[in-house]
């Protein structure tokens, strides 16, 4: 049972990425792109570290897309007036278009994953996702099994 599970659950995500990709092709910038752009819409000016430590990714990873999205136009990096080690990121107008492409694209894809799901149903499915979540975490902190 928990190997089929777990083949579901690697399914299921591999089909939202799939849907996703589907609707952001057109736009320019890729998926995880479009995952940072949104959360500079939240938290604007985040500099580079927060968003790798948000995004759970390395300060690598967003380094590179930061670049492709300066190149592209899509965002600006200044430095901090009071600490020149630290870069903001800021969006632009272009940026902002994208952005607002995004909301109406991840909403159609939320729509489109949770249809025929009641609101109960959501709720037992955020707590069990919450609860696989911290599994998770807690095992990778710790190096293996619980």
Do not use: W
């Amino acid at each position: 049972m928990e190997s089929r599970l777990s083949m579901k659950f690697r399914r299921a995500d591999r089909a939202l990425k799939r849907c996703i990709e589907h609707q952001v092709r057109d736009t320019g910038v890729f998926r995880s792109q479009h995952r940072l752009l949104m959360h500079l819409s939240h938290q604007p000016n985040c500099s580079q570290v927060e968003l790798a430590q948000h995004l759970e990714v390395s300060p690598a990873a967003i380094a590179v897309s930061i670049k492709k999205l300066e190149k592209g136009g899509y965002i600006r990096r200044e430095t901090d007036a009071c600490d020149n080690r630290v870069h903001q990121v800021t969006i632009t107008s272009q940026g902002e278009q994208v952005i607002r492409q995004s909301i109406t694209m991840f909403q159609q894809v939320e729509a489109q994953m949770l249809n025929g799901f009641s609101e109960r149903e959501m709720e037992l499915l955020d707590c069990f996702l919450e609860r696989i979540y911290r599994n998770l975490e807690t095992s990778g902190k710790m190096g293996g099994s619980k």
